[in-house]
């Protein structure tokens, strides 16, 4: 097992990628805490993972509940030894007719919270342990209406990038992984939940055709790269941004879709 007795924080940890990644984290032999803002959920993640996992309700934006949040992991976890900052929320923010409240929840989420978790989290720490951000691959593809969510997730590397420096001296790694199109529950909230199950049938076998591999990522595709960011396995790995993709942004003239192979 590659995390025997190490414990983690995964935000956004009842859903998609991070509900994976709790799974995969606690078959490899770590305790877990899970967050969310949707106690269901969070009860149904619980009930999944099993008596190796803790779940604590505190959204990302909201600084009483981090800070409620990081003084229980002081009592009933001690130290952490990776933390997975995963949670995140899309949004259309097209230029031109974006509320502004929107495009600052977006920041808000994905970018500030992201940063404040790690904030909160590193007096916690073990020296020697592994921070992962989730960003996307809409730190490169430019996308119509993604102007908020594409700068969170170009934002999250450049603040990786600054944290491994400040980390550093004591060991502590930190990473990125940029997600391509992943099957979660991402894809049915936000701009997407007005879409009929047909419409989003057709859009997902559009971008299937975008991907060289001629896939959707799988939310384990992602978790399985987490564990290896997460454990020794990348000891000498800090600073990175890890793509995950099937090739969409390192191959993307090898999509099915443009009949060039
Ligand atoms: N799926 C993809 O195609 C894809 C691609 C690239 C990157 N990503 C990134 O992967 C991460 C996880 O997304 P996912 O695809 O697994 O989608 P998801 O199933 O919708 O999960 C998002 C998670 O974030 C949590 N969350 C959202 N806002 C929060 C807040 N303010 N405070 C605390 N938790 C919050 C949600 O919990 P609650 O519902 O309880 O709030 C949920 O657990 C995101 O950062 C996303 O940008 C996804």
Known sequence: MKLQGKKALITGGNSGIGLATAELFIREGALVAITGRDQKTLDEALALLGPSARAYRADVTDAEARSTLFAALGKEFGKLDIVFANAGISARTPAGTTDEAVFQKVIQVNLVGAFLTVNSAVPLLNDGASLIFNGSVHNYLGQPGLAAYAATKGGLVSMARAIAADLAPRGIRVNVIAPGATKTPIWRRGPHAKHSPEELGAAAAKVASMIPLGRWGEASDIANTALFLASDDSAY????????????????????????R
């Open 237 to 260: 790995i800090t600073a990175i941004e890890l793509t995950v993709d099937g090739g969409a942004t390192g191959a993307p003239y090898g999509a099915p879709i443009l009949g060039l």
